[in-house]
DNA sequence: GTGTTCAGGTGTACGGCGTACACCTGCTGC
DNA sequence: GCAGCAGGTGTACGCCGTACACCTGAACAC
């Protein structure tokens, strides 16, 4: 029932989910699915721990701890984007699941074997927020080629009233001219920032930082 | 009636503001309000340009340009305080109002004033991400002494799954033993993370870092 | 074999939602 | 005096989650 529930979020959209469509994809009647689920919350629950069992457990230690971690996230991202519905419900969720906090837990071992102290994996782990699960909400990420290119005229006139945005947006066309896809790069910005961050806590790591001095 | 809506998602939550509630609120007819907006999607962009009109402009350039970056995303940290329900609209939006293209076009143009290059200052508004607008997706964020603490017993089971865990948690219990309210500082972690980021993109404009070598 | 229990499927119904569509009202400018 | 129009009204549709009472058939004890 939860493969199908992540089978039917992945096809048709996570928006298109409900009860009843879930029962029919199933063959059966709506109510049915209340003797496996208190309610649709619980299912969207169970839909994220299959999601979230799809991570790669932590690899075996060797190097720099930052490689560990960086290997597990991008794992843990590779994961979310196979189902792009699961970071809006992971976002909309208030507890987490059990699944949930295992894989947290060992994310938190992950930092403490790395030689981080207790204090500053605490803060680093609010850090990471939801890139520690492999996304970052990343404000109106536009999907590929959804608008169509304004006319000259707008364009212009966007280009007045928002001059630094059109400084980038023109940078970007031009850098990926040769390129076939326009727009950003998502899995570089994710790196960008993943990296930023792990070489930061590495740094307050080799200062022996602490927040109460 | 922007206002009312705003004055209502405040008051009851945003789960409770329906066209119908918020049309009662007014004293009118549901449909009377499709008269102002196209459709509800519409009504919570307007709401939320209400909320980004709350952030304080930037402030005239004195020193650092990480100072001025950092007043004024507090300021819209502010603001989304305020408004609890506004951080969980901006995430579900797909395309942003004019109102929040013109706070991201000024907020740029606070990163390309400080002397960082198209190409950095690109990379980092992605690595902002939401932090931008003042706020940052805490996975489960536990709202204040909402749980109960849990008894001696399944506190005993909780330890021995999530050692790592467990070992924060009693961290902070330990540390604001004196203070009143217990659990993490949100505002501590916020501007910890703010910081790092910030600091971090500091050392890559001083290297003159470029994502094209 | 008979009766009990129970996991799991069924059918009906309720109250909520967003909103399409046709209609009405009262003010404005000519 | 009247057209135009901004804005309020009433009805209705199709969707949603789910409460509640009911049914079915297999497992099992005796």
Redesign the interface.
């Known amino acids: 029932m939860l493969r199908a529930a992540v089978a039917l979020a992945d096809e048709t959209g996570i928006d298109a989910l409900s009860m009843r469509k879930l029962a029919q994809v199933l063959g059966v009647v709506p109510m049915a699915l209340y003797k496996h689920v208190a309610n649709k919350e619980e299912l969207l629950d169970g839909m994220l721990d299959v999601v979230v069992g799809e991570i790669d457990p932590p690899a075996a230690a060797a190097g720099d701890w930052r490689d560990a971690v960086r290997q597990r996230i991008l794992s843990a991202r590779r994961a979310l984007l196979r189902h792009p519905w699961a970071s809006?419900v992971?976002?909309?969720?208030?507890?987490?699941t059990?699944v949930?906090?295992?894989y947290?837990?060992?994310m938190?071992?992950m930092f403490?074997t790395g030689g981080l102290s207790?204090?500053l994996?605490?803060?680093v782990?609010?850090?990471m927020?939801?890139r520690?699960?492999g996304f970052?909400?990343?404000?109106?990420a536009?999907?590929p080629s959804e608008v169509a290119p304004p006319d000259p005229e707008t364009a212009r006139q966007m280009a007045a009233?928002?001059?630094?945005?059109s400084?980038?947006t023109t940078?970007?066309a031009h850098?990926d001219a040769s390129v076939v896809g326009s727009g950003?790069d998502d899995q570089?910005?994710f790196e960008?920032?993943l990296d930023?961050?792990l070489?930061?806590?590495e740094q307050?790591r080799r200062r022996g930082w602490t927040?109460?001095p």
């Open positions: 809006r992971l976002e909309s969720r208030t507890a987490p059990p949930v906090m295992q947290m837990d060992s938190i071992g403490r207790v204090d994996t605490h803060h782990m609010h850090a927020g939801s520690i699960l970052s909400q990343e404000l109106f536009t999907p009233r928002f001059p630094y945005i400084e980038i940078r970007i850098d950003c570089f910005e960008f920032s930023l961050l070489d930061g806590f307050l927040s109460r």
